[in-house]
């Protein structure tokens, strides 16, 4: 995905923009319950890039091209890439990309924790599926608290973060697939979970 339609913006005025809010739906994929896994094949750039890193998982391509080239345009991201970047690459990283506007390769944005695993284009999709199918195995509340938590260490600080984390631990006790899995454990057996 190169991003947005460029001729169709072009002659686009600040209130056009806010008026037509062309990112707001995006946020319904950062709400999402479940773990969001996108598989980047060729170029990510732009809004491809953040619509990515919406996601919870990138995995990529080995020939996958991600970037931030807004500013090359005269303008930068509007849709995360400022705040979601750092948070994956840090200050300097994200400062080089978006200042720039070079894309990097699948290897160099994996070095930078931006990607969770580079593999060859052939097996792409299918090493995403079998990324998914790994998480769907494992309990869906506890997954489901896992994702929220996470998520929580980018919007609060440490203390509240940690104080998040040990409530849906705590929460989790509740849970009929908590007793399965513990019992699995000390029974030296595969557990069987429920979704409950």
């Known amino acids: 995905a190169a991003g947005a339609d460029i001729q169709e913006m072009a002659e686009k ?9 062309p ?9 999402c319950k479940k773990p969001i896994i996108a598989a ?6 732009g809004g491809g890039l953040e619509l990515a890193m919406m996601c919870d998982i990138i995995v990529a391509a080995e020939d996958a091209k991600l970037g931030q080239p807004e500013i090359k345009l005269g303008v930068i991201p509007g849709a995360g890439g400022t705040q979601r ?3 994956a690459v840090g200050k300097a990283a994200a400062m080089e990309m978006v200042l720039t506007g070079e894309p990097i390769s699948a290897e160099r944005a994996f070095q930078l ?13 299918e090493e995403a599926l079998k990324l998914a199918r790994s998480i769907a195995e494992k309990p869906r509340v506890a997954v489901r608290m896992a994702k929220e938590a996470i998520l929580a260490a980018f919007e609060t ?3 509240e973060g940690l104080r998040f984390e ?4 705590y929460f989790l006790f509740a849970s009929e697939d908590q007793k399965e899995g513990m019992k699995a454990f000390m029974e030296r057996r595969p557990p069987r979970f429920k979704g409950r």
């Not at 056009?16 to 809010?21: G, I, P, Q, V």
């Not at 040990?166 to 631990?169: G, H, L, S, T």
């Open 13 to 21: 005025s600040p209130v056009d923009m806010e008026l037509s809010e």
């Open 23 to 31: 990112f707001s739906s995006w946020d319904a994929i950062y709400r």
């Open 40 to 45: 980047v094949h060729g170029y990510a750039l």
């Open 85 to 87: 970047l750092p948070r």
């Open 113 to 125: 924790g931006l990607v969770s695993k580079v593999v060859a284009p052939e097996v792409l999709l």
């Open 157 to 159: 600080p440490l203390s």
């Open 166 to 169: 040990r409530r849906a631990f």
